[in-house]
């Protein structure tokens, strides 16, 4: 009796152990597409250091593509790629450009952890995650979204594996 009590103890202590451990080990690193609102999530999508993020738009006024290109660093979005084709309300008239291509580009500072965006019909939003691309308006039905980098468990990973 006594050995099979400290035998039961043993599992569950390797068990406790095993979820401690699962919990705390690096998993997935994902970036999170998320209602502003309500949190509901409409996307996760592996990334690592590295990976370019953009959004890509039609400005509303000038009618013209503008790309915003971002990559991660850890949990942050590091800027590091603006084009646009025309300058137009909340361009950048300011900036150093260069020209490529007939478009303006530059390399804006700063960074941040997380993006509001507000996708609009007219403007087409559209996501780039690596080499994936996503139509963020047909995603969220139009609702505004926080975009942000989310680092996840081991543990966390198996749970949404099973849907918990």
Not at 40 to 56: F, I, K, N, S
Not at 83 to 98: D, I, K, M, Q, R
Not at 132 to 160: K, P, Q
Request: glycine share 8%; aromatic share 6%.
């Amino acid at each position: 009796m006594r050995r099979t009590r400290v035998a039961v103890l043993a599992v569950v202590a390797l068990a406790v152990s095993s979820v401690a451990v699962a919990a705390v080990a690096p998993g997935e690193t994902v970036l999170v597409v998320e209602d502003t609102e309500t949190g509901e999530q409409y996307l996760d999508a592996p990334v690592e250091d590295g990976t370019t993020v953009a959004l890509e738009y039609t400005h509303s006024v000038e009618k013209t593509r503008v790309y915003d290109g971002y990559t991660v660093r850890g949990d942050r979005l590091e800027m590091t790629r603006m084009a646009f084709e025309s300058y137009g309300w909340g361009l950048p008239s300011g900036a150093n450009v260069t020209r490529e291509n007939g478009t303006f580009v530059y390399d804006p500072p700063g960074n941040t952890t997380r993006l509001t965006v507000a996708p609009g019909r007219v403007a087409k939003h559209k996501l780039h995650v690596g080499d994936e691309t996503y139509d963020l308006v047909a995603l969220t039905d139009a609702e505004s979204v926080d975009v942000h980098v989310v680092h996840r468990s081991v543990l966390a990973d198996a749970l949404d594996a099973i849907h918990v």
